[in-house]
């Protein structure tokens, strides 16, 4: 069974930087392309970034282009996601999970860990 714990959140400034971690116990974590998922209050999860296995490709949506970058430590069997210029627009719960090679969220994944809250106050 996969353990996902989240952390690095808090309250920070718009226009402040944060930086989550995320610690995987996946036997194989250096074969899983990853990635982090938020989900703000009453709205549906949303898949903001992924990284392939070895780090060669990435996927950011439109929102978070240029100011999130994704990274990951095989050998700690750890994803990172350093988030600049952050905005209110930010606020959510941010979560870890596996995604497909492709980078695409896999559907019927449901291990997800406690996740990490970040608010960007105004």
């Known amino acids: 069974q996969v353990q996902l714990i989240e952390s690095g959140g808090g309250l920070v400034q718009v226009g402040g930087s944060l930086k989550l971690s995320c610690a995987a116990s996946?036997?194989?974590?250096?074969?899983?392309?990853m990635g982090w998922f938020r989900q703000a209050p009453g709205k549906e999860r949303e898949f903001v970034t992924g990284?392939?296995?070895?780090?060669?490709?990435?996927y950011y949506t439109d929102s978070v282009k240029g100011r999130f970058t994704i990274s990951r430590d095989n050998g700690r069997s750890t994803v990172y996601l350093q988030m600049n210029r952050l905005k209110p627009e930010d606020t959510a719960v941010y979560y870890c999970?596996?995604?497909?090679?492709?980078?695409?969220?896999?559907?019927?994944?449901?291990?997800w860990g406690q996740g990490t809250q970040v608010t960007v106050s105004s």
């Open positions: 999970a596996p995604v497909t090679p492709r980078l695409t969220v896999i559907q019927e994944f449901d291990a």
């Open positions: 996946l036997r194989t974590f250096s074969s899983y392309a």
């Open positions: 990284i392939s296995w070895d780090s060669r490709n990435t």
